[in-house]
Nanobody
Framework: QVQLVESGGGLVQAGGSLRLSCAASGSAFSIVSMAWYRQAPGKQRELVASITSRDSTNYVDSVKGRFTISRDNAKNTVYLQMNSLKPEDTAVYYC??????WGKGTLVTVSP
């Protein structure tokens, strides 16, 4: 069983920045793909960004150029740097470990 602990969410004004972190337990972190999802109120959960074990990244169109996903295998941690935040980025952000495990989520609220 892998444990995922997200942190870094909070309240920020539009145009501001936040960095989310997701720390994973276990010894296989470096060989699995990691991803960030988000779920806004009344909407389905959507993939925001993903990163493979070889650092290949992918982003949903709405965050391209504003968000950056990265990983530190020495710390078993994946990050999501979010810049130029918009009110429509408000959601609970979830970390996903491969296709197997989910974190509990961290709330990001962007005020106008």
């Amino acid at each position: 069983q892998v444990q995922l602990v997200e942190s870094g969410g909070g309240l920020v004004q539009a145009g501001g920045s936040l960095r989310l972190s997701c720390a994973a337990s276990g010894s296989a972190f470096s060989i699995v793909s990691m991803a960030w999802y988000r779920q806004a109120p009344g909407k389905q959960r959507e993939l925001v960004a993903s990163i493979t074990s070889r650092d290949s990244t992918n982003y949903v169109d709405s965050v391209k150029g504003r968000f950056t996903i990265s990983r530190d295998n020495a710390k078993n941690t994946v990050y999501l740097q979010m810049n130029s935040l918009k009110p429509e980025d408000t959601a609970v952000y979830y970390c996903r470990y491969s296709s197997l495990y989910w974190g509990k989520g961290t709330l990001v609220t962007v005020s106008p």
